[in-house]
């Protein structure tokens, strides 16, 4: 779950556990609101445990194991992943890619990630 959405959520049901029991229990509760308040409480409790076991985010574009690449006479290789401009905020991750090279003159070759697409 991404940070923003995690603070939301948490917001959320800090405000669930908060909100409602307050207003009852300043009123002097009977026993259905004494009830009522502590199931709301309870949700909101549930909802902060869950929001905070969801594991983190998960890298959207991945290479892994790639092959081997090669570039001549001005060509490009990469093994990797290639985004364009400085690749956002989206998750990435290379892992074992393969070898990248580059022979001749304006050739290139990388491996891991690429930003400049």
Do not use: C, K
């Not at 556990?17 to 549930?46: H, R």
């Not at 092959?67 to 991750?93: D, K, L, M």
């Amino acid at each position: 779950m991404s940070g923003g959405r995690r603070a939301a959520v948490t917001v959320a049901a800090v405000s669930v556990i908060v909100s409602t029991p307050v207003f009852w229990l300043f009123d002097g509760p009977d026993t259905g609101q004494m009830v009522g308040a502590t199931v709301q409480a309870a949700t909101g409790v549930g909802a902060l445990v869950w929001v905070w076991l969801q594991p983190a985010a998960e890298a959207r574009d991945s290479a892994v194991r790639t092959g081997r690449a090669e570039a001549n006479g001005g060509g490009r290789a990469h093994t990797g992943i290639r985004r364009r401009g400085a690749g956002g905020s989206a998750a990435a991750r290379v892992q074992q890619s393969g070898d990248a090279v580059a022979r001749g003159r304006g050739s290139s070759a990388g491996t891991g990630i690429d930003y400049t697409g």
